[in-house]
């Protein structure tokens, strides 16, 4: 399979990307970028909290923090009951004086940030859980927050990213405004929320920035996901980056003239019909191979006028390479699978077509099923396409040659032809 894919990716390359138009800078750009930073708990690290909100204070930018009201005590991808901490005063006391400010907006993070059991194969901690139970702790944890902080809290964040169409519901019942959870998640229709989606980490804004101006969009937006295990200052393995490093970026931002930093509350344009359009662009792109995913707006959320653009982009795309890959599989199996098809009896070879559509049909709801599908199951899907295509095409043609023949020669007569029974008079 991988091997068809590079062949095909290797065919159509030229005539594809000849007949679609090159992204190019567009003159007037208004580029938000928003800052998210996860997890501030009981049990974060105070002293980096204070550095982020003097950092973001000293360049006169802002900051949403998703914090964790009643954070569990022990390991958060263990479901298991445990002890819940709630935010200590000091931190709230800091948090809100930055929000006066106008350099914090505060968001809810969930409620302990503890995975549930409903999802063994990805961590959540609504997803699965009926609606009143996610009402209960949506509200809970944000009643708690607004008392700690004396601010209202209108932003909730998910934890992991992941909720379900109950997780909405309840955000919206409970009066928020705007969720952030990231491209992938719950496309929704809900005319109240808005949705500003994790789009980059910290280390990609330079290059978010860059390609927001390249693409045919004059309002793009960028929001950046960081977490404390991101800096080197917390001790964690997985840090690849440093405070001084952030300072930079920050400093580097303030020097560009088409770029903004805002909080998500300040985000225009954020509906549910933008979000909806921007998953449904990311998950079309997600069944091309990686050659031909479009890179100039995958760290980018696209406003109206952009989705415009990358869309037909997109799908020319899938649709070009798509046809592409059916027609030459089509093609072989013509010669390979008509070949076959002309040394067995005609039943038999219905029989055979009539099986591998079976087989099509079956293999395509299997793997379409569950929605969770790339390229290699599109790919599968119009690897048999073809295949059932180009022996269908041979098994008709043989068909008709068959009946062809029988008219040129006739029925057979006690074991004798009209043909040979008409050659034979003519002796006499």
């Known amino acids: 399979m991988t091997l068809i894919l590079r062949w095909t990716t290797a065919l159509i390359w030229v005539p594809l990307f000849s007949a679609l138009p090159v992204c190019g800078t567009t003159s007037a750009k208004d580029i938000t970028v928003v800052f998210r930073y996860d997890d501030p708990s009981a049990r974060s690290n105070i002293d980096i909290e204070r550095q982020l909100i003097d950092e973001f204070r000293r360049h006169g930018m802002s900051c949403t923090f998703a914090v964790v009201p009643y954070v569990c005590d022990g390991d958060v991808h263990d479901p298991s009951p445990q002890q819940y901490l709630p935010l200590p005063g000091e931190k ?118 860059r390609l927001a101006r390249q693409i045919e969009d004059p309002a793009p937006l960028i929001v950046v996901l960081f977490h404390e295990y991101d800096f080197i200052e917390s001790g964690s393995p997985r840090a690849s980056a440093t405070l001084r490093q952030l300072a930079e970026t920050l400093r580097w931002l303030s020097t560009q003239n088409d770029v903004a930093v805002r909080l998500m509350q300040e985000v225009p344009s954020a509906d549910a019909v933008r979000y909806t359009k921007n998953h449904w662009l990311r998950r079309v792109d997600q069944v091309l191979p990686l050659r031909l995913r479009a890179t100039s707006y995958r760290p980018v959320y696209l406003s109206a006028e952009g989705l415009q653009d990358a869309t037909r982009r997109t799908v020319t795309t899938a649709a070009l390479f798509y046809t592409g890959l059916v027609l030459l599989v089509a093609a072989t199996s013509y010669l390979v699978g008509g070949g076959f098809l002309a040394r067995i009896s005609p039943w038999a070879a219905s029989v055979v077509v009539a099986s591998e559509w079976l087989l099509l049909i079956g293999g395509s709801i299997w793997t379409l099923g569950d929605g969770q599908f790339g390229a290699r199951g599109v790919a599968s899907i119009a690897t048999a396409l073809g295949w059932c295509v180009g022996n269908s095409v041979a098994a008709v043609l043989r068909h008709r040659c068959d009946r062809g023949k029988t008219r040129e020669t006739g029925p057979a007569l006690n074991g004798t032809s009209i043909r040979e029974r008409a050659g034979s008079s003519l002796d006499y």
């Open 92 to 209: 709230a006391m800091l948090f809100a004086s930055a929000v006066q400010e106008g350099v914090l907006e505060i968001a809810l993070h969930g409620y302990s940030h503890q995975t549930n059991e409903m999802h063994p194969e990805k961590y959540s901690e609504f997803a699965g859980l009926d609606y009143g139970e996610q009402v209960v702790r949506i509200e809970r944890g944000r009643e708690f927050l607004e008392t700690q902080l004396g601010w209202p809290v209108l932003t909730f964040v998910p934890p992991w990213n992941t909720h379900d169409t109950n997780t909405l519901r309840a955000v919206e019942r409970a009066g928020f405004r705007c969720v952030s959870s990231d491209m992938y998640g719950t496309p929704s229709s809900s005319a109240a929320l808005r949705f500003v989606p994790a789009t980059c980490e910290l280390g990609q804004v330079k290059e978010g920035v």
